[in-house]
C-alpha cells in the first residue's frame, strides 16, 4: 500500500450514547483505500460500537462519516452495503437453515428474478443471472475450500467454516471495503491462516480495502498496514505496528505496563 493513498472511508468526531454512557465519544479516524487496517483495544473500548455505527446499524448522535467520498452517516445498513461497505460479524450470521450455496446466492446483486415482470416476461434473462450467480458462488466456495460443502446447511459447519462462508458471501456483493469483527475468534489455527491468506490476496488482486477488529496482537502486529487503537470510546493512537507497540498510551491502556 501506498502511504499517499486516498482515505477510502473517513470519521470525524462519531459521537455515539447510550443513555448517559459515551460508548463512542468523538472517534475520528480513517482507513486508506488498499490498505488492511486494524482496530484494536481493550473490552469496552467502543470498537463494534464504531462498526455499527460505521455501518448503519446504529445512527451516530453526532459526527460526520464518508465512504469514498460521500456522506453515509444514518444511512441504512443495506444502502451503505451496495455502495461497496460490507461487513461481518463477531458472531456469525450464516442462515442456518439453508445450504451453503444458497446463503451465497442470495448476497449476490441484480437478481432480474426478483421482479415480477422479469419473471413473467424475460424468463431467459433471470435463468441466466442465475446460472451466472451459482457458477460464481462455486468459484468463491472453491477458494475458501467449501465447494464440497455447498448442498449442505450452513448450520452444519464447524464455527471457523462458517466464520469462511461468511466471508466468502460478503465477496459475494463486490466488496470495496471490507469489515471483520473479530474474525480469528473460535477459528482454530489453520482455518486462521487460510482466512488471513485470502485478506491479502484479495487486496494484492483484487483490491478489496480492510478494516477489522482483532485482539489476536500476533495476527494484528504481523498481517496489518496500519492500527488504530480504541480507548474509552476515542481514538488513542494511529500508525503502522512498531509505532503503535511502542506508544506509551497503547501500552498504558491496551497492552499492560509489562508489555
Sequence with gaps: MANDAKPILEADGVVKRFGGIRAVDGAT????EGSITALIGPNGAGKTTLFNVL??????????????????????????????????????????????????????????????????????????????????????????????KSGEYAGTLSGGQRKLLELARALMTRPRLLMLDEPMAGINPTLG???????????????VTFLFIEHDMEVVMGHSDRVIVMAEGRVIADGSPEEVRADEQVIDAYLGGGA
Design 29 to 32: 479516524m480513517d482507513v486508506k
Design 55 to 148: 455501518t448503519g446499524f446504529y445512527k451516530p448522535d453526532r459526527g460526520s462519516i464518508t465512504f469514498q467520498g460521500r456522506q453515509i452517516a444514518g444511512r441504512a445498513p443495506y444502502a451503505i452495503a451496495r455502495s461497496g461497505m460490507v461487513r461481518t460479524f463477531q458472531i456469525t450470521k450464516a442462515l442456518a437453515r439453508m445450504p451453503v450455496l444458497d446463503n451465497m446466492t442470495l448476497a449476490a446483486q441484480d437478481h432480474p428474478g426478483e421482479k415480477l415482470g422479469n419473471l413473467l416476461f424475460r424468463p431467459a434473462a433471470w435463468r441466466r443471472r442465475e446460472r451466472e450467480v451459482r457458477e460464481e458462488a462455486m468459484e468463491v466456495l472453491s477458494v475458501f475450500n467449501l465447494d464440497e
Design 193 to 207: 491462516r487460510r482466512l488471513l491468506d485470502h485478506m491479502q490476496r484479495l487486496r494484492t488482486e483484487e483490491g
